[in-house]
């Protein structure tokens, strides 16, 4: 088995959110010392707060990433933050000083308006042309329309629309492309006005979730196929195999609690397969009486023998052998909390994998509220960083302990060779003693780059 050669992270990029906590605080991007020699270890070394209230900061990307290292002069010193509910863009200098990022460059929501007639900013990768594209949810009054914002890599002014043509889904979210294969997916979640206030089990049935896969001609800009993974299953985060000439990857279904595979046909087009369904469990006490895992973030490892990904509301990471694409086999798996928790409100009346419920999950001393979120993988595969904020309007119906008690950062150590995984006791990063208050941690981006940030070709 290759072993992967690179740094060891000693700091990670985290951004903070304040909306809907009740606390009139901006969303800021923490650094955290994540070395085990470090006297600051499991700290929050760095805030630096937004201008702005009410951003929602949710993912992150880079000015350059793996797919313009041809160029000696790309360097990876900005950080593009979305904000998925101002719509405004924020560039951030981390290559000053690494440890204490600085706002580089505002692009105000109006530009993103104006400019190219979208809105709700989610996922950020960097182009081989330098360039920066952004996938959107929507349109400025919070339609859905899965567009692209492109945005120059130098001034990071906006160019306009990545997309051609006439056809444009009717929703977006996540995005990867491989050039190689001539192509870009993107995903769907759901319709920014519907999903935007909290999750209401009524607009299920009535398409304001997604259920296609959307893809793309790499080279002519214009939306080509879409593949359809089932009513309300809500893709989210999707992932090619990190090898450039891989065909195939795999995506997560938030609502559907699914994982399907994708792949390019022999007929040159593009098709998925379910490979992994969770079943949901009866329960009592809770919104609906079926309780889905609810597939939030997944990832692949850079060596591609490994996928993980987070049932946020049953409460557990799984980690998963992708030696077989089409058969992945469940090798490690974890309880960090979750909505059916021993002693909790929820009763489970029926469970096909679990013979009881979990216990609470505590580490030094604190129980943890919320359930596993988003991830993140060291480069050697070793260790997996954790967060437990999943959007805060819906961490406030589903987790109001949450918003109480503010998001933790954990840390599992892999086994990377039989598969398997433990929680790391002494890793705890707790974003309910912030100086400002209760705060909620999203996603996790180490300052070379990372399993979810690299796209190689």
Not at 170 to 181: E, I, K, L, S, V
Not at 238 to 252: C, M, S, T
Not at 266 to 274: I, L, N
Not at 354 to 359: F, H, N, R, Y
Request: net charge negative.
């Amino acid at each position: 088995i290759s072993v992967l050669k690179g740094p060891r992270e000693e700091i990670v990029y985290v951004p903070c959110i304040y909306r809907n906590t009740g606390r009139k605080k901006p969303d800021f991007l923490a650094t955290v010392d994540v070395n085990p020699k470090s006297s600051d270890y499991c700290q929050v070394i760095h805030r630096l707060p937004m201008p702005n209230l009410g951003d929602e900061l949710h993912h992150s990307g880079w000015n350059a990433c793996s797919s313009c290292f041809g160029d000696a002069t790309k360097k990876r010193n900005r950080l593009i933050l979305p904000s998925f509910i101002s719509s405004r863009i924020y560039v951030v200098d981390v290559g000053t000083d690494l440890r204490a990022p600085r706002l580089f460059k505002v692009v105000n929501s109006e530009d993103v308006f104006w400019k190219c007639s979208l809105g709700y900013p989610h996922t950020s990768h960097c182009l081989g042309s330098g360039e920066i594209m952004i996938s959107t949810l929507g349109d400025p009054a919070g339609s859905g329309k899965g567009g692209f914002i492109l945005l120059d890599g130098e001034t990071f002014e906006i160019k306009g629309n990545w997309e051609k043509g006439d056809k444009i889904p009717p929703m977006g979210y996540d995005f990867w492309y491989q050039p190689r294969h001539n192509v870009l997916i993107s995903t769907e979640w759901g319709i920014p006005k519907c999903l935007g206030y909290g999750f209401d089990p009524n607009d299920l049935k009535k398409g304001c979730y997604g259920r296609r896969l959307n893809v793309w001609d790499w080279t002519t800009h214009t939306y080509v196929q879409a593949i359809d993974v089932g009513e309300d299953a809500a893709p989210l985060e999707i992932r090619f195999l990190h090898n450039p000439d891989a065909a195939e990857g795999y995506v997560g279904c938030t609502i559907s609690s699914a994982i399907h595979r994708f792949y390019k046909t022999e007929r040159g087009d593009w098709a998925a397969e379910k490979v992994i369904q969770v079943p949901s469990k009866k329960v009592e006490g809770w919104l609906l009486p079926d309780m889905p895992g609810f597939i939030t973030d997944i990832l692949i490892s850079l060596d591609d023998r490994f996928l993980y990904f987070s049932n946020w509301l049953h409460g557990d990471i799984r980690q998963y052998d992708i030696s077989d694409t089409r058969k992945p086999k469940l090798v490690g798996q974890v309880f960090l909390g979750g909505s059916i928790t021993k002693g909790g409100p929820v009763t489970v009346c029926r469970d096909e994998e679990l013979q009881s419920q979990p216990d609470p999950f505590l580490i030094k001393g604190k129980r943890v509220p919320g359930g596993p979120q988003m991830i993140q993988l060291s480069l050697d595969g070793k260790r997996l960083y954790v967060t437990t904020s999943l959007y805060s309007a819906w961490d406030r119906q589903f987790y109001p302990n949450l918003i109480k008690d503010g998001s933790v950062m954990l840390q599992l150590d892999v086994d990377t060779e039989q598969g398997g995984l433990t929680v790391n006791e002494s890793f705890l990063v707790d974003f309910g003693k912030e100086p400002d208050g209760p705060c909620l941690a999203h996603e996790i981006r180490y300052p070379g780059g990372d399993c979810t940030s690299d796209i190689w070709i």
